[in-house]
């Protein structure tokens, strides 16, 4: 059964940083494709970022972040990152990882059979 743990969310003031983390078990991390989605209060959950299978992996970003955040994954530790500088207050939100096997990026909800259960981060201006 795979398994994803999300940790890392916080409050931190507008225009500070977060690294969310998402730690994969139960199948082979590597085959993996990984994504970050986000549901702020009142709001339908959003695609953030994603990262294909491979450790020099193509990345995806949605506009409102891009420039801001970057996804990364480390294979050997079975782990994926979110690195997000310059946060907003518009960046507050529930953070959810999301994994898939076979190696396309993907950025739907929909193609992601595997979720964290998420992480709160809150961005006070």
């Known amino acids: 059964q795979v398994q994803l743990v999300e940790s890392g969310g916080g409050l931190v003031q507008a225009g500070g940083s977060l690294r969310l983390s998402c730690a994969v078990s139960?199948?082979?991390?590597?085959?993996?494709?990984m994504g970050w989605f986000r549901q702020a209060p009142g709001k339908e959950r959003e695609f953030v970022a994603a990262?294909?299978?491979?450790?020099?992996?193509?990345?995806s970003y949605a506009d409102s972040v891009k420039g801001r955040f970057t996804i990364s994954r480390d294979n050997a530790k079975n782990t994926v990152h979110l690195q997000m500088n310059s946060l907003k207050p518009e960046d507050t939100a529930v953070y959810y990882c999301?994994?898939?096997?076979?190696?396309?990026?993907?950025?739907?909800?929909?193609?992601?059979?595997?979720w964290g259960q998420g992480t709160q981060v809150t961005v006070s201006s």
């Open positions: 139960g199948r082979t991390f590597s085959s993996y494709a």
């Open positions: 990262i294909n299978w491979r450790s020099d992996s193509s990345t």
């Open positions: 999301a994994g898939a096997t076979g190696p396309p990026i993907r950025t739907r909800q929909y193609e992601y059979p595997y």
